[in-house]
């Protein structure tokens, strides 16, 4: 079980909003920024927001992100087909560990 | 282009050691710190260890602490983790990544994975 939590899936028809929340603690998400990483079938894991919501160049604005205390979110706007992917929120712990979210499985209807 | 390409990936028996490189090219590879990130078959994304860019920053996952070692060796470009005492559990693609942050999960970019298999 992860120390950040995400739902295991998510779903909206193409051209809705879609969001997926990562839930974390005062240790991780609390007090470092947060990452999130798409993962398209069959390839490695990309780099989709980093910082809490900054977007590395190439990546599409329909992707945002956003952190709250100890949560953060990730909203894809506009949902396309090739948006199908698993979603992966990450951040730090002050325990010297890294941590990633359980992942996120998204389909588009 | 930056790119990082793994390799060193097979079929372990249990308690057996295996040596992970991951060559990389298209950027100083002496200023950024690395990292090593694997998937179990069907199963989602697990830290394993962390490397600054002079190798005087080291971490571990607790899973792995004891038996794996992360390396470097900036003159050749290259990362390495060493696996000794695999498990069953170990089995996973293991990717390396390049750090854009020490101790943030910042990475970009990601290799393409090896594959570890560890059974008898």
């Known amino acids: 079980?992860?120390?950040?939590?995400?739902?295991?899936?998510?779903?909206?028809?193409?051209?809705q909003r879609v969001t997926i929340s990562c839930s974390g603690s005062s240790s991780n998400i609390g007090s470092n920024t947060v990452n999130w990483y798409q993962q398209l079938p069959g390839t490695a894991p990309k780099?989709?927001?980093y910082s809490n919501n900054q977007r590395p160049s190439g990546v599409p604005d329909r992707f945002s992100g956003s952190k709250s205390g100890t949560s953060a979110s990730l909203a894809i706007s506009g949902l396309q087909s090739e948006?199908?992917?698993?979603?992966?929120?990450?951040?730090?712990?002050?325990?010297?560990?890294?941590?990633?979210?359980?992942?996120?499985?998204?389909?588009v209807l | 282009e930056v790119q990082l390409v793994e390799s060193g990936g097979g079929l372990v028996k249990p308690g057996g050691s295996l040596r992970l490189s991951c060559a990389a090219s298209g950027f100083t590879f002496s200023?950024?710190?690395?990292?090593?990130?694997?998937?179990?078959?069907?199963?989602?994304?697990?830290?394993?260890s962390s490397i600054s860019s002079s190798s005087s920053y080291i971490y571990y996952a607790d899973s792995v602490k004891g038996?794996?070692?992360?390396?470097?060796?900036?003159?050749?470009?290259?990362?390495?983790?060493?696996?000794?005492?695999?498990?069953?559990?170990d089995t996973a693609v293991y990717y390396c990544a390049r750090d854009i942050v020490l101790m943030s999960v910042w990475f970009d970019p990601w290799g393409q994975g090896t594959l570890v298999t560890v059974s008898s």
Not at chain 2, 81 to 86: D, K, T
């Open chain 1, 1 to 15: 079980q992860s120390v950040l939590t995400q739902p295991p899936s998510a779903s909206g028809t193409p051209g």
């Open chain 2, 31 to 48: 200023s950024y710190s690395m990292n090593w990130v694997r998937q179990a078959p069907g199963k989602g994304l697990e830290w394993v």
């Open chain 1, 83 to 107: 948006d199908e992917a698993d979603y992966y929120c990450a951040a730090w712990d002050d325990s010297l560990n890294g941590l990633f979210g359980g992942g996120t499985k998204l389909t």
């Open chain 1, 47 to 49: 780099l989709l927001i």
């Open chain 2, 67 to 89: 038996r794996f070692t992360i390396s470097r060796d900036n003159a050749k470009n290259s990362l390495y983790l060493q696996m000794n005492s695999l498990r069953a559990e």
